[in-house]
């Protein structure tokens, strides 16, 4: 992780999320901050699926 971002409040929390309707799970997996230039984020991963077979999601944080 770059120095950067450790202070700073993440713009956006980065999900896993997996299946449909009823069964979706979404899992917490990291974490990304805007580009100064706001065209663009550094996202962070605190893990990786093995079996990917879903998307990462960016949402912003609740309050």
Same mark, same amino acid.
């Given at each position: 992780?770059?120095?950067?971002?450790?202070?700073? %409040?993440?713009?956006?929390?980065?999900f896993?999320?997996?299946? /449909?309707? /009823?069964?979706?799970?979404?899992?917490?997996?990291?974490?990304?901050?805007?580009?100064?230039d /706001?065209?663009? +984020?550094?996202?962070?991963?605190d893990? !990786?699926?093995?079996? +990917?077979?879903?998307?990462?999601? !960016?949402?912003?944080? %609740?309050?």
């Open positions: 992780m770059t120095t950067n971002n450790i202070n700073k %409040k993440p713009s956006f929390h980065a896993y999320v997996q299946g /449909e309707k /009823e069964e979706t799970t979404w899992t917490k997996v990291g974490v990304a901050w805007n580009h100064k /706001e065209k663009g +984020f550094n996202l962070v991963l893990v !990786l699926p093995i079996n +990917f077979d879903g998307e990462i999601v !960016l949402r912003e944080p %609740k309050d």
